[in-house]
């Protein structure tokens, strides 16, 4: 699995690409080590693109969602934008987004613009802070 994480003090945002066979774990940590970095506030924003083969079912994704509040409690007020078109990512994605509901504001989408929208980021400027968000425009952006 390949999960990195970028940050832009100026919007605020982190930016999530999570590639390959991703198990819980492994999100979690990318999680908290946005936390160890100080880049968590309840004003942060994140945008995550998730072309991932997510190794947990119904019941390790609800453990993954109830961690992810007890012990990043960080992220309560966050605003979450992921964006994926793969069937099993879409479907887990959409699970942590019911389970969290109550702390984050969290939604699932299958194009950047949509979820540069939800995240009230304007698309040119999120592209001139994090580069990298350019390498999925091609698949993603609309």
Known sequence: MSATASYSEKLNLIFEEITGDASGED???NKAASVRRGWVNARTRVLAIVEANLLLDTQGMKRFSERLMK??????GTRVAIVTRGVGATA??????????ATQSVAVFSTLNNAVFFLRLDLKELLEELPAVGNWTGKYLE
């Open 92 to 101: 887990g994605s959409q699970k942590v987004a019911s389970d969290v509901s």
């Open 27 to 29: 999100i979690f940590e």
């Open 71 to 76: 012990e990043l409690p960080e992220y309560n």
